[in-house]
C-alpha cells in the first residue's frame, strides 16, 4: 500500500480541460474499519507545476 496519493487540478479551458498542478498528499494507507474507513494525514503536501518543474 502506499503511503501517499498523487492528484490532478484541472481547470475549464475553452472546450476542455487544462491540467492546473498535480498534488501529492502524504498520507497512511486507508484501512477498512468495522464502521468505516480511517486514514491519517501525514500534513506535508506538495504542489508540483504541470510539466513536473517544481
Not at 487544462?18 to 506535508?44: K, M, S
Request: net charge neutral; aromatic share 14%.
Amino acid at each position: 500500500m502506499a503511503w501517499f496519493s498523487i492528484n490532478a487540478f484541472c481547470v475549464p479551458d475553452g472546450d476542455g480541460r487544462r491540467l492546473r498542478n498535480w498534488y501529492a498528499n502524504f498520507e497512511r494507507p486507508t484501512v477498512r474499519t468495522p464502521i468505516g474507513f480511517d486514514t491519517y494525514n501525514r500534513t506535508v503536501d506538495l504542489l508540483i507545476a504541470p510539466d513536473l518543474t517544481g
